[in-house]
């Protein structure tokens, strides 16, 4: 039976779950993480909530005695911790209580195979997020962005998570594979020898910002001319 197939035949009767955001992303984490089940592979969660996204990767994904997770979330659900001891591996996961932003900064660099981005849904928070996890992850590694097209008007006064993304993507380019794009967003970390970093066009504008080396120089002789002719 494949990891797919697994996941989808196997009851949950030892989790207690409120609320199911996951299940229908599963064939995305089966598809591109199948590659590090039975290895030992670190994997960081920004947010956490009631832990049905760690407790499928404790199950199918971080199956080898030394894979762990890094769960980072700004609030502990009071379900977390019972799931997490229901998988029987409690000890894989660190929780991380406190904001992301703050958080994140404590972690080691290039140490991480895998990084989730599903914490504060805000424009600028889910930059901060994508910005300080991709520093986290080894070459070669996978991020993933969850919601991308979430969009709740009682809830995204301060931005979505798209804007954020999209950013992302752009100053980025050059660095990742964009691996899949929908309501989530899957990536990879290129390895050094694949970045190529595209020629950047000129920036729209008076001429002088396009060209400022050369414009100071001609702005010299001109004060030069000036000069001997007073």
Known sequence: ????????????????????????????????????????????????????????????????????????????????????????????????????????????????????????????????DAVHAFRLLKTGAIMAFDDYTWDDPAQNQEGRPKEAIDAFLSIYRDQIELLHCGDQVWIRKKLPGEIVHRKQRPLKGPGWLRHPRKQFVALGRRLRRVKSEC
């Not at 990891?3 to 207690?16: M, Q």
């Not at 199918?60 to 980072?72: G, L, M, R, W």
């Not at 409690?90 to 195979?113: C, E, I, M, N, Q």
């Open 1 to 128: 039976m494949s990891l797919l197939e697994a996941a989808r035949t196997e009851a949950e009767p030892r989790y207690e779950f409120s609320d199911d955001w996951f299940s229908g992303n599963i064939p995305l984490f089966a598809q591109f993480l199948a590659g590090l089940k039975d290895r030992p592979c670190r994997l960081l969660e920004v947010g956490s909530y009631e832990g049905r996204s760690a407790t499928w990767l404790i199950d199918h994904i971080a199956t080898h005695p030394s894979a762990v997770i890094d769960a980072v979330d700004a609030r502990e659900h009071p379900k977390l911790g019972r799931n997490l001891a229901a998988t029987g591996h409690p000890d894989k996961v660190t929780f991380h209580l406190g904001l992301s932003a703050v958080v994140l900064r404590t972690l080691p660099l290039d140490s991480y195979d895998f990084a989730y981005i599903d914490g504060c849904h805000w424009t600028v928070n889910v930059l901060e």
